[in-house]
């Protein structure tokens, strides 16, 4: 089963915590149907302009994974409608789809995630079902805590 051309329903789902931890990282219907809208308005057009494979390092959370990995308590990652993408596998570089995705697709929140001024850890990216809001934050640590910073109108 695929959640998109380049998506697979296992890669989707993975989570190291989630089967160290024993919890069932499943999407119930709705939230499965939500995921193939998210990756065919933010993933797919990506992969497709960079022509290579992305890797995901984040896209559904069950909201007990969610609380297990110390995610926010309103993460559209339950929803199903945020992906985390990472260059491990491309010549291209997350600045360079963070960019892309900023410069070209409608989105929800696109976060640059740590990192340096040139090159995020990885990119967060969410597309809404609703209102989606062109959102742009820029994730640091600070005293120990995750900060947002917007960053929309930089």
């Not at 051309?5 to 789902?13: F, G, P, S």
């Not at 939230?31 to 797919?44: D, K, N, P």
């Amino acid at each position: 089963m695929k959640v998109s051309d380049n998506i697979t329903y296992k890669e989707a789902l993975r989570s190291n915590t989630a089967k160290r931890l024993g919890i069932e990282n499943v999407p119930d219907e709705f939230t499965f149907e939500t995921m193939q809208i998210t990756a065919e308005h933010v993933f797919e057009p990506v992969r497709k302009h960079f022509n290579e494979p992305i890797y995901i390092s984040s896209f559904y959370r069950c909201e007990e994974l969610n609380k297990a990995i110390g995610g926010s308590s309103k993460s559209q990652h339950c929803k199903g409608e945020a992906i985390d993408i990472d260059d491990v596998y491309s010549k291209a570089t997350n600045a360079d789809f963070f960019n892309y995705i900023k410069d070209h697709l409608h989105y929800d929140q696109l976060i640059w995630e740590f990192g340096d001024d040139t090159n995020p850890d990885w990119v967060h990216v969410s597309y809404s079902l609703g209102n989606n809001r062109m959102r742009i934050l820029k994730a640091i640590k600070e005293n120990g805590r995750t900060k947002y910073i917007d960053i929309t109108n930089e």
